[in-house]
């Protein structure tokens, strides 16, 4: 499939490659919140700039920190 045939295919579902991959990282870094992983650990693992960005994401799909969503 083209690259342009999935971005319709994607759009045709109300979504999009990046909207997807952002799905994709959420669930991958709740799932290692869950099994202990630092900030640090996990942003390495999702490919964010740093844990910094990684807590601004997590705010961002969840209104509240890592840290939060931990012991919640």
Do not use: C, N, V
Request: net charge positive; proline share 1%.
């Amino acid at each position: 499939m083209s690259e342009r045939s999935l971005q319709r295919h994607l759009a045709e579902h109300g979504t999009s490659w990046r909207a997807e991959l952002d799905l994709i990282r959420y669930e991958r870094a709740k799932a290692l919140l869950d099994q202990g992983h630092s900030t640090s650990t996990i942003a390495g693992r999702l490919a964010f700039t740093d844990d910094r960005a990684l807590r601004k994401a997590f705010h961002r799909w969840t209104g509240a920190s890592p840290g939060a969503a931990r012991s919640g």
